[in-house]
């Protein structure tokens, strides 16, 4: 592979310096190389690669006129071109995201003008060539249908401990590929999958009660069939609100888990040993970003702006589930919600005090008597609902 | 008339059957075996345990076990399955498996570490051996997998998450 020269200058007429080598088979990859190792940033105004005799070494500068008279292949890439060719990395930029509450609000009154969508499950998109035969599908042997919404209480908390992580991790997953930077967007992508890992686990024990499998119960349901809190609906727009959210529920997936590692109930008790220690990776990434944010200043108001919004929102995660006397008084549930509040009060407290928030906490904050638990939800969680169903309703890849 | 199987050559055929993200190392080198149980019918059932809850893997390898079982002499039925009564942790990893990681560039984590600090510190690099490293981020490639820097030789790393 050849190696080309690569020259660029500070402005149209000023003179030609070398600023380093790529390799490339052509010259075409070689003026796309050398755009993305050097001049990236908007380095300078020209750039030119040629293959020849290394030019515009101190002694022989190249010259405005004639840049490289021995390059055997030589092109310049210009101003206009150059600006042409660079990628669109809007994106990466907080204002990238400007506009997107407008975007949201018309995706929902698109959602909204179909109706029918979110009343029932999309239908299974077959169109085929009428001259090609339909591809004989497998079915397995339609099960009884399920009344999500009112499955005894066992059930009942398994799908709300599911829903939480599932459409938490859902939320996470905005920020794969445009994670503030490169290890952030792994570490946060892998704590997003962790979280749709652990619904799973949920969904695998209450898909077994059942008598269905998981993919019915994480996607086969309606947006009101649904258990999770408000707060693992919201979007994932903002970095500041993100990492409040994922602190605030974490802290409490900690005091739920030790709560559940008791339960009488063994397939649930056993089933928070692997999440617990998986959690503790979750809780080191929140608090880390945490005295990060909080030891700055432009971040600091934005936290805790995103921590008040947040702590409402985290409260909800305490809502009863149906039943809930009945599984505190059997021990699976070992502490009831409301107690499991107060000691995610006290957590939560200590943890914004060692990073020297202060005192957000207001105790006075009760859950809802009838939310998320109950399957009402926000307008926001139809487009979730929309996006991470869409395959399954489709019937594409069907087992 | 075929062979009765037996645990034993069940077992010895996990010890084949590659991590499909760690190919150099089986299954059960890495600890994810639980228990396996065989009947008189040629009945097999291998219980297993992933490293992490999410692990992409845990299908491919229910179906790779499977698949492995099911081809040995005497085997009628195969069943495998996820148990969540176990906790995975890298102590699970075999000796064997540890060498077998260690030439694949991947560390078993190191003894100095603190569980509640997750400080994955004095983790001894795989290319060189010096314990003179440092964390750069517990998440990595996979979810059981986190990334390292050894200041003796200067190569990044990877280590099992402790």
């Known amino acids: 592979m050849a190696r080309w020269e690569v020259l660029g200058r500070r402005a149209a007429g000023a003179a030609w310096s070398t600023v380093g080598s790529v390799h490339a088979p052509d010259i075409e990859m070689a003026l796309l190389l050398a755009r993305d190792a050097f001049f990236r940033h908007g380095e300078g105004a020209d750039l030119a690669v040629g293959r020849g005799r290394l030019h515009g070494s101190a002694e022989d500068p190249p010259s405005a006129a004639d840049p490289a008279p021995d390059f055997s292949e030589f092109r310049v890439l210009g101003g206009g071109e150059l600006l042409r060719f660079w ?27 179909a109706g029918a969508v979110i009343d029932r499950p999309r239908p299974p998109d077959r169109r085929q060539r009428r001259d090609s035969p339909a591809p004989a599908v497998r079915r397995p042997p339609a099960p009884p249908p399920i009344d999500w919404s009112d499955v005894e209480p066992h059930t009942g908390l398994l799908l709300a401990l599911g829903d939480d992580d599932h459409i938490l991790g859902h939320r996470h997953t905005a920020w794969t590929g445009v994670a503030p930077h490169l290890e952030e967007d792994l570490a946060f992508s892998s704590i997003a999958q962790d979280e749709i890992g652990h619904g799973l686990v949920w969904y695998g024990l209450a ?59 063994a397939p649930l008790a ?63 549930l070992p502490r009831s919600h409301r107690d499991q509040l107060a000691a995610w009060f006290d957590a939560t407290a200590d943890a914004l005090d060692a990073a020297g928030i202060g005192d957000l906490v207001d105790r006075t904050l009760e859950p809802p008597s009838a939310g998320g638990r109950r399957g009402l939800h926000g307008p926001e969680f139809m487009i979730v609902w929309e996006e991470m169903t869409a395959l399954y309703r489709s019937g594409v890849g069907e087992r | 008339m075929t062979a009765r199987v037996t645990a034993e050559a069940v077992r010895a055929v996990l ?73 995975w942790d890298p102590s699970r990893i075999s000796p064997e498996g540890q ?64």
């Open chain 1, 87 to 113: 990628t669109d990395k809007s994106y990466k930029l907080q204002r990238g995201y400007a506009g997107l509450g407008a975007e949201r609000r018309r995706a929902l009154a698109r959602v909204r003008q």
């Open chain 1, 207 to 265: 898909a077994e009660r059942l008598g269905t499998d998981v993919d019915a119960t994480g996607l086969g349901r309606q947006p009101d069939e649904y258990r999770h809190a408000l707060l693992c609906e919201q979007p994932a727009d903002d970095w500041a609100y993100t990492i409040a959210r994922h602190l605030l529920y974490d802290l409490a997936k900690q005091v739920r888990l030790d709560t559940l590692a008791e339960s009488s109930w």
């Open chain 1, 270 to 332: 056993e089933a928070t040993g692997a999440l617990r220690r998986e959690l503790r990776y979750h809780r080191w990434h929140a608090e880390a970003w945490l005295q990060r944010l909080a030891a700055s200043t432009v971040a600091r108001e934005r936290l805790i702006a995103a921590l008040r919004r947040a702590l409402p929102e985290a409260v909800a995660l305490f809502e009863t589930v149906p039943g809930e006397d009945a599984l505190v008084t059997a021990r699976v």
């Open chain 2, 15 to 87: 010890d084949t059957v590659p991590d499909p993200e760690m190919p150099p190392v089986s299954v059960a080198e890495l600890g994810m075996v639980v228990d396996v149980a065989v009947d008189g019918r040629g009945s097999v059932r291998v219980d297993l345990v992933p490293t992490f809850s999410a692990c992409p893997a845990i299908p491919v390898i229910r179906e790779d076990v499977k698949r492995a079982v099911a081809a040995l002499d005497g085997v009628s039925a195969v069943q495998v399955r996820y148990v969540s009564g176990v906790v």
């Open chain 2, 99 to 162: 060498r077998k990681l260690g030439a694949f560039g991947i560390a078993p984590p190191g003894p100095a570490q603190d569980p509640a600090l997750l400080q994955i510190g004095g983790v001894t690099c795989p290319t060189c051996g010096s314990r003179d490293t440092v964390t750069d981020s517990p998440f990595g490639p996979t979810p059981c997998r986190s990334t390292h820097y050894c200041r003796a030789c200067r190569n990044p790393f990877e280590a099992m998450k402790p």
